[in-house]
């Protein structure tokens, strides 16, 4: 019986880091949008883009298998933001992306866990009735097979 309650105290205690892991990711995650969005003043309009390949394909002499790139028009939030999400964000699973940003921006408690995202539009709006802006989330395929593009602009009013 106590190696019984060893193991299910084990697995609680690692249950619980592994929550506490992904709700310290997302806090993360959220910071960061937090930060790009509260940069854009009213009547600017700012944005990013994001782009994923998962497959296989020849370019030059080697053979990708995925590749990730983001563009932010030399705005230094939005270049923060994609360096970020350079290193925080899914190649082969691209609409986790968009369903983490859609979590960041949906009051509590945001999209389901059994909710997948392949494509769409989003509108919301971030900050106060008096000051923030509205955000459009584009998630969408791009030019080739594998290859999906997020794009998330934000008017500030």
């Known amino acids: 019986m106590k190696i019984f309650s060893n193991l ?20 993360e995650f959220c910071s ?22 998962w497959g296989a394909r020849v370019e030059g002499d080697n053979i990708v298998m995925g590749l990730k790139t ?12 994609c360096s970020y999400l ?20 949906a009051p509590a408690p945001g999209t389901g866990q059994n909710v997948d995202i392949h494509s769409g539009s989003f509108s919301t709006t971030f900050g106060s009735p008096d000051r923030g802006a509205l955000v459009d989330l584009d998630f969408l395929p791009d030019k080739e097979a594998g290859e999906m593009v ?4 934000a008017d500030g009013y």
């Open 8 to 27: 299910t105290l084990a697995l609680l205690l690692a249950s619980s880091s592994i929550v506490a892991y992904a709700h310290e990711e997302a806090d």
């Open 32 to 53: 960061e949008l937090e930060s790009f969005l509260t940069s854009v003043k009213p009547e600017e309009t700012r944005g990013l883009t994001l782009r994923t390949f």
């Open 70 to 81: 983001c563009e932010h028009d030399d705005y230094e939030p939005g270049k923060k933001l």
């Open 86 to 105: 350079m290193e925080h964000s899914s190649t082969e699973f691209a609409g986790y992306n968009a369903k983490r940003i859609l979590n960041c921006l």
């Open 150 to 153: 997020l794009r998330l602009q």
